[in-house]
C-alpha cells in the first residue's frame, strides 16, 4: 500500500501563484508514474500533469505554460507549481500514484482562486 498526503491549497487571487506537494509513504518502491488530478464542483475528475520516475512530464492543454510538475524521488514527493493562476482552476486537486498493479490517491487539497 502507498500512502499519499498533499499540502499547499488555498485561496489566492487570479494571477497568483501557489504550489501543491504531496509526500508519499509505505511501499513506495513500487510507484513509477505520480502526478495531479483536479475535480471541479460538478464536473468530473481531470488528469492535470504527470511525471515518470525519470523526469518526464505531461500537462493538460489547459494548463501548458501555467503549471510545472517536479519529482524528489529520494523524498518520494510530487510537487505541482501553479502560476498565473486562472478561476477556472479552482478545484479540488488531488495527488496520485501508479505502482505495484494499483492506483493510489490522496486526499485533496482545495484551490480556489478569486477572480
Known amino acids: 500500500q502507498v500512502q499519499l498526503v498533499e499540502s499547499g491549497g488555498g485561496l489566492v487571487q487570479a494571477g497568483d501563484s501557489l504550489k501543491l506537494s504531496c509526500a508519499a509513504s509505505g511501499d513506495t518502491i513500487c510507484i513509477s508514474n505520480m502526478g495531479w488530478y483536479r475535480q471541479a464542483p460538478g464536473k468530473e475528475r481531470d488528469l492535470v500533469a504527470t511525471i515518470s520516475n525519470g523526469g518526464s512530464t505531461y500537462y493538460a492543454d489547459s494548463v501548458k505554460g501555467r503549471f510545472t510538475s517536479s519529482r524528489d524521488n529520494a523524498k518520494n514527493s510530487v510537487y505541482l507549481q501553479m502560476n498565473s493562476l486562472k478561476p477556472e482552476d479552482t478545484a479540488v486537486y488531488y495527488c496520485?500514484?501508479?505502482?505495484?498493479?494499483?492506483?493510489?490517491w490522496g486526499q485533496g487539497t482545495q484551490v480556489t482562486v478569486s477572480s
Open positions: 496520485y500514484a501508479e505502482g505495484c498493479g494499483y492506483d493510489f
